[in-house]
Structure formats: C-alpha cells, structure tokens
C-alpha cells in the first residue's frame, strides 16, 4: 500500500528526490518543509507536490505523514533521524549517517526497538563500478580481493563554494570547512559495497589546507578544522587493507566523475580513472569504460542492451549504465532525471520498496555505520598524528536473506 512521505530541506539537492518519490508508484503523496518557508513554498510549487509542514516538529505529529526523507546540513543527520524514528515514521537520510559514534548508536536502537525502515541514501552503493565489482567477485573471477581503494575527490572550487553559501548563509565559511573524513560514505561505500567485511582499525594522515581563504581556517570553523584532504588506510576483518583518500583540494575534474575505486584480488582487478576504467588479470587487460559509463550515448541496438526489455531501453537517457538492472525500476522512472552515476532511481525504489514490504534495504542502518564510523574514527587519527585506531562495529544486520537491489546481488532482511 503506498505511503506518504515528507520531504525535510528543501535545498538544491532535496527536489531532484523529492521528483522521484512523488512519480513512485509506491508513494501517494510528497509534502516538505523547511527552516526556510520560502524554500518549501518554492519547491511545492515548481513540482506541484502535496503542500507544505510548518516545520520539522509538525512534519512529526502529522499522523498522516508515515515517513521523511532528510536532506538537511549533513552534521544534523544524527539527532534528526533518532527524532523521526521515535515519532513513529520511517526514515530516509541523505549521507552520513551521522558524525559521532552516540549518534550512530542511537539510530541503531531506535531501528532495533520500534522496527521502522531505516535507510541511508548513499550513492556510490549502487555506482558502476561497485556493481561491476560485485559482480566480478561474485563469479570468482577477483579471486580473493586483498586491498581495494575508495577516492572521493571533489575540488571545493567545483561546486562546493556555492553549495555552502547557499547552505550557510552569511556565516557559510565556518560551515565549508566541514573535515574531510567526516563525510566518507562517497569513498567507503563503494569499497564495502562490493567486497564483504569491515573496517577494523585505521590510521590517516589530515593535510592542513593553505589557501588562506577563510575556510578550513581553525579561527573560523565551527568544526576546529583545518584539514582539507585526509588519506586514511584501514586494516579490514576479513584480511588485506583499504585506503581511503578525501579530497577537497585537489587538481581533478570531479564534475566527470567524483567517486573513483580500484579493487585488487589474487586473479583479477579493476581499476578507475576520471574517464576510463579497466578490468585486468593474468591474461591481459580489458578496456570496460564503455560497459559502466551512464552519457546517454548507448545504441538502442547494442548487443550488451540484449537482456533489457526494448520497451525500457530508452531508461538508458535517465544515466544508467549497461550493469544496472533497470528492468527492476518501475516505469514511471523511464526519463526521469538520474545523478550520481545512475544511483538516484535505485536509491528511491528501493526505500520505498524496504518501507512497503517490510524488509531491510541494502543500505540499512548496519550497513550505514560501517560506511560511516570509520571515516569518524579516521579523523581522530589525524587529529592524533595517525595514531593507528580501533574501529569499532555494530555488527551485521539481522536476519540477512537475498533480495534485489540496483545489480540484484544485495542482502537485506525482514524487520
């Protein structure tokens, strides 16, 4: 039975979700709010949604409203979700999870007691190149996969400058200089979205910035930051290492592509640059850019688009790539607007999927904190000179049993 939603934040990134839930089958309704009523309005408006909440506390005591989606600064997170999941309604959350251990304990107990969907919205989970990794360890054709990579290289003057003012308001530069580590999810979700395990202990080395421009400036931020890039390695539980590396100044064309992995097995690895990737292994080398790109400039005839239903192929102008599995989302998202590498039509279907039937998404409350504390625990390394750090775990989501997701190759559970 579809439910309804409320949309909390209504700033440059909430409407583009705010569209797919509303065009969702699943949903039956989209309202917002916003610290900013103006913004709310706004966005009501221009997507003809369902209205507008006072605020957050009123979005909550709506009875009729079974679920938010947050998409608030990203060090509110934390406390917002803990709030919604008590007030009785399902939550969606835009990344991280949170930026303290607390934080991500109490989310944890607040899913484990009252049941409710959790899910965070990371989009490198359902990137190309983790689903194509996926896939590839899934086949045995990594063998055992030793040491992986996860780079979230994005330049502040690509973007980040006017994201933060127009976040921040006047004070937006004690904002901008939020630390590096701190929002991890982009790099380590798509590490630990292809291979199993978790992060067991860390050491990482914080760059200090020099641009003296006012951000990442100690004197200013809110946060006592002055790190701009961070390059963490982490010891993982099944064996074998992942590096990490944060980047917020750096000569890079992040606007081509943001996320970036490698991943290395006994029989086989996979690499990526900004416009190129490549599977490798003892035989040779396999150029696979075209396979994981999501330009739009697939041939309807391309034999790699044989398995797709031809009624759907034009879904490919929505950014998908050949390994994701479109014939699992529902029409409605047939050239709609995408993002993030082909990531946002999967993370809505399957939120609204987890809430309507019941099950723990992919990227549940368990799986979140693995993609999250260790980046928290990271940054206290390097405000310890890399001393190496335990990371501690929460544990596997309960009840794992096979479902689909963006590659039909994830785990989730009942609740």
């Known amino acids: 039975m579809p439910f309804s939603l409320g949309i909390v934040g209504a700033g440059q990134f909430s409407g583009q979700f705010a569209a797919l839930f509303q065009l969702h089958p699943g949903v039956s309704r989209v309202v917002v709010t916003d610290v900013l009523p103006e913004r709310a309005t706004a966005l009501d408006a221009s997507l003809d949604l369902d209205g507008t909440a006072a605020d957050f506390d009123a979005l909550l005591a709506d009875d009729s409203i079974d679920a938010v989606a947050i998409f608030t600064q990203r060090w509110t997170h934390g406390p917002l979700v803990v ?106 979700g798509g590490v630990l979205g292809a291979i199993p395990g978790h992060a067991i202990s860390v050491s990482c080395i914080g760059v200090r910035d020099e641009r003296d421009d006012g951000v990442f400036d100690r004197d200013i ?105 479109v014939e699992r989302l529902p029409e409605e998202f047939v050239g709609a607007h995408n993002g993030h590498e082909g990531s946002h039509h999967f993370l809505v279907d399957d939120f609204v999927t987890a809430v309507n039937g019941r099950t723990l998404p992919p990227v549940n409350a368990w799986v979140a904190a693995r993609f999250t504390l260790p980046g928290i625990i990271a940054h206290r390394s390097a405000l310890q000179g890399g001393e190496r750090l335990t990371v501690p775990d929460f544990g596997d989501a309960p009840e794992a049993a096979s479902v689909s997701t963006g590659d039909s190759m994830s785990t989730t559970g009942t609740v």
């Open 221 to 325: 931020s809110m946060f006592d930051n002055d790190f701009s890039n961070a390059t963490a390695l982490f010891e993982l539980s099944g064996g074998g290492s992942m590096r990490i590396n944060e980047m917020r100044r750096v000569g890079y064309p992040s606007h081509l592509r943001e996320s970036r992995f490698r991943y290395f097995g006994t029989e086989g690895s996979f690499e990526q640059l900004a416009t190129v990737s490549f599977w490798q292994d003892k035989k040779g080398v396999e150029d696979v850019s075209e396979l994981l790109a999501t330009d739009a400039t697939t041939d309807a005839d391309d034999p790699l688009l044989a398995h797709v239903d031809p009624a759907l192929r034009d879904s490919f102008v929505s950014g998908h790539s050949r390994v994701h599995d």
């Open 83 to 188: 709030k919604a999941l008590r007030a009785g309604k399902h939550v969606y959350s835009a990344v991280p999870m949170a930026i303290a251990e607390e934080e991500i304990a109490a989310i944890i107990e607040a899913v484990r007691e009252t049941g409710l969907t959790y899910m965070m919205g990371e989009t490198s989970y359902y990137n190309p190149a983790t689903i194509f990794a996926r896939k590839q360890l899934a086949a045995g054709k990594f063998g055992r996969i030793f040491y992986a990579e996860g780079d979230y290289v994005h330049d502040m003057d690509l973007g980040f400058y006017e994201a933060y003012k127009y976040s921040g308001g006047a004070e937006w530069k004690r904002t901008a200089s939020y630390p590096p580590m701190l929002y991890p999810t982009h790099s380590i």
